[in-house]
């Protein structure tokens, strides 16, 4: 078996301790368990088999791209595998687990200053994929992002739940995750609920943003999700420690995020099945204060 045909069809989990409505069950989707680590791995497959089918570009081609972490981890283990040069673009304050893991894959780590956040990495992608002669495959208006979870990640959930889902809840970032899950449930249940989390204004949850109206993510359509949660950093923290000391599933903030939205959508409705992505591996924060 290949690398590549490892990536998709993770497990749900069923919360066993955390949910407090017991009519409402909630499971997580443990995006962690892919080879690359997390959700990502999917897209990057995408887009780089994307552009290498259809010819934008070969082997050997030097390919750019900012990333907050999990993105620029599955393109650099994708790009090994398919030999194609990559180097991303990251804010400095990431986790040092992280920038390492992409050098270890083989990829060239360049990082901004934080303070200048993740736009700032863009903005420096997109100029040196005109200046320089890089292929930017711009997971934010990449087509094949979403696409992907669109074959994969929604006829899992679809498949796994036996068709119960009610309501879906993810992370927004690329929102590449959000949009092709969307698209490929309501095929399925247009009833299904399609819940997006961002930060609320002041809080910092990497793999959550709330982006400012000119780097908005081409690929999202807003009217795809029924409902956008505000999530606090301090709510998000305390359920990804929940996450580990209560389900034994350790994880990073995002998934802490998506779980505080899943509990307040919990709490408002009699019964259902809830869905939320576990985005990856909580290995990644702890040289962070994350578990402190």
């Known amino acids: 078996m290949k690398l590549e045909e490892l990536i998709g069809n993770t497990r749900l989990v069923e919360l066993q301790h955390i ?156 929102t590449g995750t959000i949009m092709g899950v969307s698209r490929y449930l309501k095929e399925q249940n247009a009833a299904v609920q399609i819940v997006g989390t961002q930060p609320t204004d002041g809080s910092c949850i990497p793999g959550i943003r709330r982006w400012s109206p000119e780097f908005l993510p081409k690929i999202f359509e807003r009217d795809r999700v029924d409902r956008i949660v505000d999530v606090r950093e301090a709510d998000a923290r305390v359920f990804t420690k929940r996450l580990a000391k209560e389900e034994g599933i350790l994880a990073g903030m995002s998934s802490g995020g998506a779980l505080s939205a899943a509990m307040q959508i919990a709490s408002e409705i009699t019964s259902g099945v809830i869905v939320f992505i576990i985005c990856d591996r909580g290995d990644r924060y702890l040289s962070s204060d994350l578990f402190t």
């Open 19 to 174: 949910p407090e409505n017991k009519a409402v069950r909630i499971y997580g989707k443990l995006e962690g368990d892919n080879p690359g680590g997390s959700v990502k791995d999917r897209a990057a497959y995408g887009m780089i088999k994307g552009a290498l089918d259809r010819g934008d570009i070969k082997t050997g081609d030097r390919l750019v791209e900012a990333t907050s972490g999990n993105t620029g981890i599955a393109l650099a283990m994708i790009a090994r595998i398919m030999n194609v040069q990559m180097t991303l673009i990251m804010p400095d304050n990431s986790t040092r687990e992280r920038v390492l893991a992409m050098e270890a894959y083989g990829a060239k780590v360049i990082l901004t200053p934080a303070s200048k956040t993740i736009e700032y990495s863009r903005e420096l992608a997109e100029s040196m994929a005109a200046k320089e002669g890089y292929y930017m495959l711009n997971q934010f208006g990449n087509a094949d992002n979403y696409k992907m979870h669109y074959r994969t990640t929604g006829p899992e959930i679809w498949r796994d739940t036996e068709g119960k889902v009610t309501h879906f809840v993810s992370a927004m970032g690329t």
